[in-house]
């Protein structure tokens, strides 16, 4: 439809009203995108390895898909859940405590289910931001529930991850006048895209912070269970007072491999949970029933998660070893799948990079590896470990490819 229409007028401002559509700035991912089109193109027959992408490269294990297909078979399973299935919310306290430590949550009052962990990130700012309140948002980050803080005229202020404190957030550094307006500290540990867990004292730190600033923890842990190098899951659960100001979300995707289930939960602070699961049960009906029978299976065999761990620690070691190789500084994460290196500042006698950005571009097209660029605290890039490669051989191909393609450029740092 070429003509404007009166349609146009009554689009929210929220996402843009008058000029929703005509926007021309392209974004992170759209480049990105464009760039690898561009790419295979410009090298035809040349493999283009996609180290970008963050989400899981196998599927779900047999037996859970086994679940799924058993339990869409049954008659009494045809129906809404709502709020999800009692049976759901009691092995998720099993599993909080089995896996991170995590005593006496209530299943009745204190575990709602969710259709993955992004709707839930979005409606608690539904629950909480009324206009001129604030978000505290870790950057850079997953900006879900920042969005839709500003989409309900509440502001956000970043608090920038850097390396020489951890990639922790200064909370000592907020200014007074932002406390006192913070409603919702947003958290993400294993932390998306640094690949930095949290300690026990800084979650410490963090409860007190909230208590004394009248502020909720939403502790985001897509990746709780993902750990590495003996690491034990830290959930902010597991810290004495945390229930008093926090809940924790919890999703299948990474840690199950069940991306595209849509599956989440969000455990802790019994009013949090009942504000959520309030909002929520105004948007859906609740998630397929065999899908959280699926989950059930998940939670009760923690095992699946070590295996895939296992893989991705595995890669991660080979790709740490082969960037710092050629000169990076790149070392094991704590946690994720990602592996979070500074930019180099050029090429000898070549191109300089200015941003994370630029070096990203740089590799998509001169050298057909995709990686995602982070510019919020610095100059990175993430590669993820969840690239494609069945056999053992196709994981060390991939990564001695990785290092012919670079090993001949003179990088500086």
């Not at 985001?220 to 924790?248: F, N």
């Not at 840690?255 to 009942?274: D, Y």
């Not at 070096?359 to 982070?374: A, D």
Request: net charge negative.
């Amino acid at each position: 439809m070429s003509e404007e229409t009166y349609i146009q007028g009554l689009i929210a401002e929220r996402i843009g009203g008058k000029m929703f559509g005509k926007d021309t700035k392209i974004y992170k991912f759209e480049k990105i995108k464009r760039a690898k089109a561009s790419a295979k193109a410009a090298h035809p027959g040349v493999e283009l390895i996609d180290m970008g992408v963050g989400e899981p490269d196998e599927m779900a294990f047999p037996g859970v898909v086994k679940v799924l297909q058993a339990e869409a078979g049954k008659p009494e399973n045809r129906g809404y859940a709502d709020n999800g299935i009692e049976d759901l919310k009691e092995t998720a306290v099993k599993y909080m405590d089995r896996v991170f430590d995590v005593k006496g949550l209530d299943p009745k009052t204190e575990v709602v289910h969710s259709i993955g962990s992004k709707p839930a990130l979005a409606m608690m700012a539904s629950c909480f931001i009324n206009p001129g309140d604030v978000m505290l948002m870790t950057v850079p980050g997953y900006p879900v529930t920042a969005t839709h803080t500003a989409w309900y005229d509440g502001d956000v202020h970043p608090l920038p991850l850097l390396q020489e404190n951890g990639f922790l957030p200064d909370l000592k550094g907020i200014p007074a006048e932002i406390a006192k307006k913070a409603k919702l500290l947003y958290l993400n540990y294993p932390n998306n895209p640094t690949g930095a867990q949290a300690t026990m004292e800084f979650y410490e730190e963090a409860i007190d912070w909230a208590r004394e600033n009248e502020v909720v923890i939403i502790q985001d842990a897509a990746y709780g269970a993902l750990v590495y190098e003996g690491r034990k899951p830290l959930s902010i659960l597991s810290v004495a007072g945390a229930k008093d100001v926090a809940v924790e979300i919890h999703s299948f995707s990474k840690a199950f491999n069940m991306t595209g289930w849509r599956l989440a939960f969000v455990c802790g602070n019994p009013l949090v949970v009942s504000a959520f699961a309030n909002v929520k049960d105004n948007y859906d009906s609740g998630q397929f029933i065999p899908i959280q029978k699926a989950g059930i299976y998940c939670l009760e065999n923690p095992e699946i998660t070590e295996v895939i761990a296992g893989k991705y620690e595995r890669r991660l070691k080979m790709l740490v070893d082969a960037l710092n190789s050629m000169g990076f500084k790149a070392s094991m994460p704590g946690g994720t799948f990602y592996l979070y290196v500074r930019a180099p500042r050029g090429v000898k006698g070549g191109p300089s990079f200015q941003s994370g950005e630029d070096f990203s571009q740089f590799l998509i097209k001169e050298k057909l590896i995709s990686t995602v660029p982070w510019d919020d605290a610095g100059a990175y890039v993430r590669f993820a470990a969840c690239f494609i490669a069945p056999t053992l051989d196709e994981e060390n191909r991939v990564i001695e490819e990785i290092k012919v393609r670079l090993s001949d450029i003179p990088f500086e740092f």
